[in-house]
């Protein structure tokens, strides 16, 4: 009786061993939470790089007493900043590895007046 048990108790360890070794190159799925955090980053590079120029003209606007032209005037500064850091945020390491080393493909569609 002893000895089957032993056996048992072994055989369930061969079983637990293999199956941890299996297991252990597979990791959660994170692709989907790095994805989403990669969007909110670049929304944030967008709306931080407006921000930065509309507070400063916000301020130049203040100190000059020209309330809103020059913060108007930055708007478009800003808008161009954030999209210098989001095309900057696309090349980085850091999309390449969510993205899989692949831009986004727009998939080809017939056009209507072909026919």
Known sequence: MN???????KDLEKRL??????????GPDTT??????LAMRAVTELM?????????GW??????GTAPWVMLALMPFGIAA???N?????????AEEVLGGKG???PSVKDDDED
Request: proline share 2%.
């Open 3 to 9: 000895s089957s048990g032993d056996d048992r108790l």
């Open 17 to 26: 061993d293999t199956s941890l070794s299996q297991r252990k190159g597979v």
């Open 32 to 37: 989907e939470g790095s994805a989403a955090g």
């Open 48 to 56: 931080v790089g407006l921000l930065v120029c509309m507070g400063l």
């Open 59 to 64: 301020m130049a606007d203040k100190y000059f």
């Open 82 to 84: 954030g999209v210098v």
């Open 86 to 94: 989001v095309m900057r945020l696309s090349k980085s390491k850091q």
């Open 104 to 106: 986004p493909v727009a």
